[in-house]
């Protein structure tokens, strides 16, 4: 089945800097790649995703690039905010089967 | 905007006792999921529903677990007998088509 590993699982920066975050999949079937933000109690919210068929898209500040060949996809945010601050998941998923989601990064930006 | 629903918000009991959780998916959305998430880490898929036939429950841990869908709408998840490592956030989320999944707020539950 799919694996999706994800790095860093911490990550502090300076408000203003960028953060990245990067994850891999181990399913060449697999053709949606979702990122989520969950803040401490709450439910997981979708905030960009992207499917096989292209390889980067943005919104805002935020942007998701995906590799293919490489199996890998990233979330860039720029110009970070301390309301970034929170978990954010990358997830993947093949036609017909479930979610399979990372083990989280935690985000922390300073002011 | 429609919503996914799920009762209760919060559940504490003992150990041994037996829980169950609902969860009612946005209608039209055939592909109904059961997450846990312990404290700390991701999500990780319990059963996943299509219309009313579970296409995935491997991960389920069957002795203790169950879950069903009778008429393809709303979902119950059970624990019976409840143990502290159950003690985790039960999310669920429903899809259409496999598309973006819509998480419901979640079931905390914790095992004393």
């Known amino acids: 089945g799919e694996n999706v590993e994800q790095h860093p699982s911490t990550l502090s920066v300076q408000e203003g800097d960028s953060a990245v975050i990067k994850c891999t999949y181990s399913?060449?079937?697999?053709?949606?790649f979702p990122w989520y933000k969950q803040e401490l109690g709450k439910r997981p919210q979708l905030i960009i995703d992207?499917?096989?068929?292209?390889g980067e898209k943005k919104d805002q500040r935020i942007a998701v690039t995906l590799n293919k060949t490489a199996k890998h996809f990233s979330l860039h945010i720029t110009e970070t905010q301390p309301e970034d601050s929170a978990v954010y998941f990358c997830a993947a998923i093949r036609p017909g089967t479930a979610l399979i989601f990372g083990k989280g990064t935690t985000l922390s930006v300073s002011s | 905007e429609a919503e996914v629903a799920q009762s209760p918000r919060y559940k504490i009991t003992e150990k041994s006792q037996a829980v169950a959780f609902w969860c009612d998916p946005i209608?039209?959305?055939?592909?109904l999921y059961w997450y846990r998430q312990i404290l700390g880490q991701g999500p990780e898929l319990l059963v996943q529903?299509?219309?009313?036939?579970?296409?995935?429950d491997s991960q389920l841990p069957k002795d203790r677990f169950s879950a069903e869908r009778l008429k393809g709408v709303d979902s119950t998840l059970k624990i019976q007998p409840a143990e502290l490592g159950d003690s985790a956030m039960y999310l669920c989320a429903s899809s259409y088509a496999g598309g973006e999944l819509f998480f419901g707020e979640g079931s905390r539950l914790t095992v004393l």
């Open positions: 209608s039209g959305h055939a592909t």
């Open positions: 399913d060449s079937a697999s053709n949606y």
């Open positions: 529903f299509q219309d009313e036939s579970v296409v995935d």
């Open positions: 992207i499917r096989s068929n292209v």
